[in-house]
């Protein structure tokens, strides 16, 4: 592997021409999908994922109700055709660990003790993928759970910080994920600063990782000011239509 | 013009007029709901979607999804069955296993109160005087919080949408709509009525489908 080694920084520049501190160009679009109760359609940079939500409603098999809250449930998956290689269609080790992070990352803000014995389903397909999928699927899913009219104390923001040639930078992608040192996913709460999903791969210096958790924050406020911007479009766009 | 709020979104410090789909952090009000605020009052925040959650009184269209003695179980578009007992028929009727479906069968359609929501959310459900439907006429189904925006204050929606329409119309709470009318009425009902439902957020909307309303009707002449 040493021996492939490729620049990722020329100039003080990324491969893809962004700064350390930059976001890839983001798309969100709600409301997309129309059986479903709520839906969003969410680019980050070349990532392409769109989210489901349905319910709450009745929750199945049964005895997996819990009598005092909704159950969440969140499924993460990628097509087959998101990879350069095809990917084995269905679900396997690393999608499940996603789902389950997933889910712990949005518990939080759901206020499931209002529907108890229900499920409130969320499905996440990854249609196109280029490092960051799973913080794409969460910014994705809480904008969806958000068009469900599902209770929530707040919207969650999610980006990825990395280390590359020695440098923190923001929001990895799949270049820069593969040849970089290091790589932590984080999801928060914008308004409270209350961090729901961390995950690291590699190894952080401790200033390393406190500098590159600020830098995390503010770019998740950023995904925050446009999560709540496509959400307020949807309705001032089709009121002035007629 | 309506304020179009995210959960989480600042909305006032005066947190003793915090209302429904609102919640109070640190002496501030904050949505819980992606919808828009009703300042009138209480500050609320009235969601653009979401499910039907039975409240004790509210009338509904339920659908018959089972029969296990001695209820009926009744889909009430909400996340939770209802459930409706043989003696709402009456003690005189004699009611027992194998008649049940003579009375209601499965996919038959009713008007129906509900008469008590428990903590586990059971629903318990009290039949209308004229709960039989009977086939007749078309069922619509929206999204229950639309429904305040289609009857509109103190009525003015429901009834101009009846008056030049000719059709009769009934909304039930859980966001079902009941049109009877002839074949050519009920399509200009139940076009008005999406369209209400799709534009519900926007003010100047009673005007908006009277002159909806009208089109049609000179189209008619017209033609």
Redesign the interface.
Known sequence: MKEEKIELIKDGKRLSGRGFEELRSIKIEVGVLKRA??SCYFELGDNKVIAAVY????MHPRHFQN?KMAVVKYRYNMAPFSVDDRKRPGPDRRSQEISMVSRKALDP?I?REL????AIEVYVEVLQSDAGTRTAGINAASVAL??????????VSSVAIGKIDGEVVLDLDAKEDNFGEADMPIAM???TNTITLLQMDGRFKKEEFERGLKIAMSGCRKIYEL??DA??KK??K??NE? | MYKVVVPGDFISTEVNRAGDGTYVEDGNVYALKYGVVDDRGTIKVVALSGKYMPVNGDVVIGKIVEISFPYWIVDIASPYEARLRKSEFGRGENIDFGNMCEYLDIDDLIVAKVMNVDVMMRIDLALKNEFKMDGVGRLIEVSPTKVPRIIGRSGSMIRLLKDKSNCFIFVAKNGRIWIKGSSADMDIASQTVMKIANEAHTSGLTDRVALFLDSFKSEKGEG
């Open positions: 109760d709520g319910g709450p409603r009745e009598a803000v206020l529907y108890p014995k229900t958000a068009d469900a009219g599902i209770p929530m104390r707040d919207l709460i914008a308004r999560q709540k959400l307020v309705y001032s089709s009121g007629e």
